[in-house]
């Protein structure tokens, strides 16, 4: 089992920087996908990006290709999602999610990941 808590969250203008961060804590020596899911009010929860157990590969959602940057440090079990340039349509609580998975696995459903962070609010304003 592994135990995620993310921070980082706040308030922004459009077009601004957002950085998160997700700490892992747990069952963290063996290898698993980590990724960032947001949900907005009254909408489904949605997959932004993941990334490997080693780093080497990463998937972004379209919404966010260009703008969005997801990164990972093992050796402190923490995943980081640069967020630039953005937009009012980027404001949602923030989740990050993880899985055992094979070392070069990406997962780009948010419903196939076991764990789940509590959440940080991103709001971006105009």
């Known amino acids: 089992q592994v135990q995620l808590v993310e921070s980082g969250g706040g308030l922004v203008q459009a077009g601004g920087s957002l950085r998160l961060s997700c700490a892992a804590s747990?069952?963290?020596?063996?290898?698993?996908?980590m990724g960032w899911c947001r949900q907005a009010p009254g909408k489904e929860r949605e997959f932004v990006a993941a990334?490997?157990?080693?780093?080497?590969?990463?998937y972004d959602a379209d919404s966010v290709k260009g703008r969005f940057t997801i990164s990972r440090v093992n050796a402190k079990n923490t995943v980081y999602l640069e967020m630039n340039s953005l937009a009012t349509d980027d404001t949602a609580v923030y989740y990050c999610?993880?899985?055992?998975?094979?070392?070069?696995?990406?997962?780009?459903?948010?419903?196939?990941?076991?764990?789940w962070g509590q959440g940080t609010q991103v709001t971006v304003s105009s």
């Open positions: 999610a993880a899985r055992f998975s094979g070392r070069q696995t990406l997962i780009n459903d948010y419903r196939q990941y076991d764990w």
């Open positions: 747990g069952r963290t020596s063996s290898s698993y996908v």
């Open positions: 990334i490997s157990w080693g780093g080497g590969s990463t």
